[in-house]
């Protein structure tokens, strides 16, 4: 009896040995089929990675815009920043000077279409305790859409509008200073002081002047009377007439011929010296190889010319930094070195370090 228990303890615990091995057998191969799925949905999976590996790559867009439209670098201890307004081209119909001269611009021009390409620009100087623009570019009243995007730029360089205290105004031309007011009448810069030669604001500002000139030349003064105009009505636009300070460390400079009151702006600091020189150049690699070739936007092409004539050597003896505001190449920014007859250009050389030069 105690030998038949036995066995049958033995024989039942061979059938649950026998079942826990079938089900063991049975999760293998399971698990075997499954891994077998996986590893054939993965391999299809890189089957089509390297069957078409350049639809991935075309998913992505392309995307056309440049870098942000500002260059900052160190004179002395000011911070001086060109900003971007827009890039043009400069039609040869508009230089004027020697027939040789002029041929030679077309021959050129044939074999370089970007010879005549030009940039619009406005600078920004911090020098600790103000913030000053000089010109305001274009805005929404010349160039089109190629031109206005000063206000931007100034943004992209870490500054807001409402920071500026100061606008130097080199000429009333629309392209420097359109990016100062909206077209329906509203101050970009609403904080901001604007100083204009007194001649220069008595000439475009002269309802008398205007209804006298050419009907070709009524949408300069119409503007400029329009951008004004905000910034009057707020007691914010200021002319002077001489040598008066009006930011310490900083010089007016005539510049005369371009337009009546043409100025320049020349800061000093720790030795070194920056000119915001307004239209002394349209057209870089004409006018500086042939200082005498004059714009048809010159008011007074014989003064315009005389004073390049008398400018030019001394800023390229006197080592000056020259901002620009229509250069070939941004930044607007370099030296005038002597050359031959003429003067060639030596930019500053980019660099993303703040350093001194």
Avoid: C
């Amino acid at each position: 009896m105690k030998t038949d228990n036995a066995i049958a303890l033995v024989t039942g615990a061979n059938r649950g040995i026998g079942l826990a091995f079938t089900r063991e057998l049975r999760r293998r191969n399971m698990l075997k089929r499954n891994s077998m799925r996986f590893a054939a949905a993965l391999l299809a999976a890189l089957a089509s990675f390297v069957a078409v590996p350049n639809a991935a790559l075309a998913a992505a867009p392309e995307h056309h815009d440049q870098v942000p439209g500002f260059y900052r670098m160190k004179v002395g201890d000011l911070e001086v920043t060109a900003l971007f307004d827009g890039s043009a081209v400069f039609d040869p119909h508009w230089l004027n000077g020697k027939k040789v001269t002029m041929d030679g611009v077309v021959k050129a021009l044939h074999e370089d279409p970007h010879m005549l390409d030009v940039v619009d620009s406005g600078f920004l100087v911090n020098t600790g305790k103000q913030l000053i623009l000089v010109d305001a570019g274009a805005g929404t009243w010349w160039g089109g859409e190629a031109l206005g995007r000063l206000a931007g730029s100034l943004r992209s360089a870490g500054y807001t509008v409402e920071e500026v205290d100061l606008v130097l105004v080199t000429h009333l031309h629309s392209d420097h200073v359109g990016g100062l007011t909206t077209q329906d009448g509203k101050r970009v810069f609403p904080n901001a002081e604007v100083y204009v030669a007194k001649a220069e604001s008595d000439f475009w500002l002269s309802p008398e002047i205007a209804a006298k000139a050419p009907k070709d030349a009524q949408p300069f003064f119409q503007s400029a009377q329009a951008i004004a105009a905000p910034y009057i009505k707020a007691g914010k636009w200021h002319t002077f007439s001489g040598a008066e300070p009006i930011v310490d460390g900083m010089r007016l400079v005539p510049l005369p011929g371009h337009t009546p009151g043409h100025t320049g702006y020349e800061f000093s600091s720790k030795g070194q010296k920056i000119l915001f020189w307004g239209d002394i150049i349209h057209a870089q690699r004409v006018q500086l190889q042939h200082p005498e070739v004059t714009a048809i936007f010159d008011i007074d092409p014989t003064a315009a010319a005389a004073t390049r004539h008398q400018l030019l050597p001394r800023l390229a003896r006197e080592d000056v930094w020259i901002a620009a505001p229509h250069m070939s190449f941004f930044p607007p920014l370099g030296r005038l070195r002597k050359e031959g007859s003429g003067y060639s250009w030596a930019p500053v050389v980019f660099t993303d370090q703040w350093a001194e030069r």
